[in-house]
């Protein structure tokens, strides 16, 4: 069930946290996303290291519409290019106000998720493209 | 990133996050200002001037986007949907997760702000187990208009949903099997009645 529209209440979302309790709300929520909601995730990554990271965001982009995202392995790094961003491109075909912070949420949700696992995540980029980078053990 | 394919299940631990740190009143005020007047702006458009033909445009988009299992109904007076799988809850039935008690009452939670600035009123029952059904029925007389004074509640004259079968025919989901197998939250004119 990959409903674009559903990047709309995201973003709608992100901004109302923010609007109400601030820049620290919005972090503590998608800091407890990543810990508590996908506690799951970081087990799989701890236990499959590397190439369960690589599956996993394989398998996640190959589900969200509209996106050009590859995933690559190389040892213990598992980079993600985004050249389009499935989120932000609905967004603005959709004519939405992307709220300023929503890229910020890639980097907090991977970190807080992959912390448990030993895995440092590094975002560089916005705006509808970006590369990812998951990292073995590098200060996580 | 938090993805759209598997949205129902952050949607869901949202819910509860907001409840356990800012309260009940928080969750009720989300699906109102976030969801409603925000993210579902393209549903207002639609709604508020066109009425049922706008939720007829709606719901064929939005419905079949997430692949559920519906029909709907309408004459001059209602518009109605039953939903025998809905997808939402059936994908958090999938895995197992119910961070938030009622995941269904968001729907009410922020239909009903959309609906009472279109002029209708709300009669719906949903069963926890992926069904629900709604029928939704302008306030009053002098629709689109003003809340009717004369009702104790502001709300409608027609505080009567139909009678199962009597619009959808068996279509009509509580008429179905399954249907009646636990606890059912139900509206009546869009005030909460259970």
């Given at each position: 069930m990959a409903a674009p529209d559903f990047y709309?209440?995201?973003?709608?979302?992100?901004?109302?946290?923010?609007?109400?309790?601030?820049?620290?709300?919005?972090?503590?929520?998608?800091?407890?996303?990543?810990?508590?909601?996908?506690?799951?995730?970081?087990?799989?990554?701890?236990?499959?290291?590397?190439?369960?990271?690589?599956?996993?965001?394989?398998?996640?982009f190959d589900e969200e519409p509209g996106g050009d995202v590859?995933?690559?392995?190389?040892?213990?790094?598992?980079?993600?290019?985004?050249?389009t961003?499935p989120a932000?491109k609905h967004?603005?075909?959709?004519?939405?106000?992307?709220?300023?912070?929503?890229?910020?949420?890639?980097?907090?949700?991977?970190?807080?998720?992959?912390?448990?696992?030993?895995?440092?995540?590094?975002?560089?980029?916005?705006?509808?493209?970006?590369?990812?980078?998951?990292?073995?053990?590098?200060?996580? | 990133?938090?993805g759209c394919a598997?949205?129902?299940?952050?949607?869901?631990?949202?819910?509860?996050?907001?409840?356990?740190?800012?309260?009940?009143?928080?969750?009720?005020?989300?699906?109102?200002?976030?969801?409603?007047?925000?993210?579902?702006?393209?549903?207002?458009?639609?709604?508020?001037?066109?009425?049922?033909?706008?939720?007829?445009?709606?719901?064929?988009?939005?419905?079949?986007e997430?692949?559920?299992?519906?029909?709907?109904?309408?004459?001059?007076?209602?518009?109605?949907?039953?939903?025998?799988?809905?997808?939402?809850?059936?994908?958090?039935?999938?895995?197992?997760?119910?961070?938030?008690?009622?995941?269904?009452?968001?729907?009410?939670?922020?239909?009903?702000?959309?609906?009472?600035?279109?002029?209708?009123?709300?009669?719906?029952?949903?069963?926890?187990?992926?069904?629900?059904?709604?029928?939704?029925?302008?306030?009053?007389?002098?629709?689109?208009?003003?809340?009717?004074?004369?009702?104790?509640?502001?709300?409608?004259?027609?505080?009567?949903?139909?009678?199962?079968?009597?619009?959808?025919?068996?279509?009509?989901?509580?008429?179905?099997?399954?249907?009646?197998?636990?606890?059912?939250?139900?509206?009546?004119?869009?005030?909460?009645?259970?």
């Open positions: 709309l209440a995201i973003n709608a979302t992100f901004r109302w946290i923010h609007d109400n309790w601030g820049e620290a709300g919005l972090m503590d929520y998608w800091q407890a996303l990543g810990r508590e909601h996908y506690a799951d995730v970081t087990e799989r990554f701890r236990q499959g290291g590397m190439e369960a990271v690589r599956a996993y965001w394989q398998a996640f590859s995933v690559e392995r190389d040892g213990d790094t598992v980079t993600i290019t985004v050249r961003c932000i967004l603005c075909e959709h004519g939405r106000e992307i709220m300023p912070l929503y890229c910020r949420h890639c980097q907090v949700v991977s970190a807080a998720m992959c912390e448990g696992a030993g895995i440092s995540v590094d975002v560089q980029g916005g705006g509808g493209s970006c590369v990812q980078v998951f990292k073995k053990g590098c200060g996580a | 990133m938090i598997e949205f129902i299940l952050s949607y869901d631990f949202t819910f509860e996050y907001l409840r356990r740190k800012y309260g009940d009143e928080a969750v009720v005020r989300y699906w109102q200002e976030a969801i409603s007047v925000d993210s579902q702006r393209h549903a207002r458009e639609l709604i508020i001037p066109n009425g049922f033909d706008g939720m007829a445009e709606y719901w064929g988009h939005t419905l079949a997430e692949e559920a299992g519906y029909t709907s109904a309408r004459t001059e007076n209602v518009f109605r949907i039953d939903m025998y799988a809905c997808p939402s809850q059936g994908l958090l039935k999938e895995r197992g997760q119910e961070h938030f008690a009622d995941y269904c009452e968001h729907c009410m939670g922020w239909l009903e702000p959309l609906m009472d600035d279109a002029g209708f009123v709300i009669h719906h029952e949903h069963n926890h187990n992926c069904m629900c059904w709604w029928e939704i029925v302008p306030r009053g007389p002098g629709h689109p208009g003003p809340a009717d004074s004369s009702c104790p509640t502001g709300r409608s004259r027609m505080s009567r949903p139909t009678r199962p079968g009597e619009l959808a025919g068996q279509d009509d989901i509580r008429l179905k099997p399954g249907w009646d197998t636990g606890r059912i939250d139900r509206w009546t004119a869009s005030e909460r009645s259970n």
